[in-house]
């Protein structure tokens, strides 16, 4: 297995990848069957066809993370531009593993997010995330609550 390196003094053997858009065309077909695993985590929001939309525009990035021979993660961001600053944010992920890779996460996508003129990252995600991000230096922010609307009908 090959090792990367991360930052000044971390050898890794996982591998992060900011997937071009013929990487992510090729992934796609095992990403969407990921994805009918965990609607709760995107669909309230995107459509599957967005999301296609979105990577190849490169409003969404998508990022895989595993080891040379098999991904084991896939996570998509975006930089959300705001009046005050601009904000990496890791919009939703799945797979297997991923807090054991946070480091090599952390390091790549930090590097993306400054290189792109971000002042700060944020991770939407379930509360269990929230002890592992801290050591990343993320730290409690707000809760977002949801409610769902029965349809008006207009007679």
Not at 2 to 30: A, I, M, T
Not at 73 to 92: D, E, K, M, R, T
Request: net charge negative; proline share 5%.
């Amino acid at each position: 297995m090959v090792s990367r390196r991360v930052g000044e003094d971390v050898v890794s053997p996982y591998l992060v990848e900011k997937l071009d858009p013929e990487r992510f065309r090729h992934y796609w077909p095992q990403i969407e069957k990921e994805l009918d695993n965990v609607p709760h985590i995107w669909a309230y929001w995107w459509t599957k066809e967005s999301i296609v939309e979105f990577v190849l525009e490169g409003r969404f990035q998508c990022w895989t993370v595993g080891t040379e021979r098999m991904v084991q993660g896939v996570l998509f961001s975006q930089i959300a531009h705001y009046p005050a600053n601009a904000i990496f944010q890791v919009l939703f992920a799945f797979g297997e593993g991923m807090s054991e890779m946070l480091d090599e996460l952390d390091a790549t996508m930090s590097k993306f997010a400054v290189f792109n003129g971000c002042a700060y990252a944020e991770v939407i995600g379930r509360p269990g995330w929230q002890p592992k991000l801290r050591r990343q230096g993320f730290r409690y922010n707000r809760t977002v609550l949801m409610k769902e609307f029965e349809p008006i009908r207009m007679n």
